[in-house]
């Protein structure tokens, strides 16, 4: 199993980012999607959900109208765009996996989003 995120770096506010994340050896299509964050000195905290057929996305009240998650079930692939980036959005970003009925779950090794001028 690998959720392998890719994306991250350095922007100016303002600016923009996107992460990817890419499945391998599970059914991705059976598996909510998260994007985490986790700043230094913070907890990792649910940045944005989608649904396992991309129908339904939740976010946290940080993100709202400026990132937004999406999945392709055919790429077994996630995305997060990140827009109006702000300096406190600076975290690595983790890619997770999770199937509700059987609370199994998978993370990504994270990918470092600096938002610095």
């Known amino acids: 199993v690998q959720l392998v995120e890719s994306g991250g770096g350095l922007v100016q506010p303002g600016g923009s980012l996107r992460l990817s994340c890419a499945a391998s050896?599970?059914?991705?299509?059976?598996?909510?999607m998260n994007w985490y964050r986790q700043a230094p000195g913070k907890e990792r905290e649910l940045v944005a959900t989608?649904?396992?057929?991309?129908?339904?996305?939740n976010y946290a009240d940080s993100v709202k109208g400026r990132f937004t998650i999406s999945r392709d079930n055919a790429k077994n692939t996630v995305y997060l765009q990140m827009n109006s980036l702000k300096p406190e959005d600076t975290a690595v970003y983790y890619c997770?996996?999770?199937?509700?009925?059987?609370?199994?779950?998978?993370w990504g090794q994270g990918t470092q989003v600096t938002v610095s001028s």
């Open positions: 997770h996996a999770r199937r509700a009925l059987y609370g199994d779950d998978y």
């Open positions: 989608v649904t396992i057929a991309g129908r339904s996305r």
């Open positions: 050896g599970f059914t991705f299509s059976n598996y909510v």
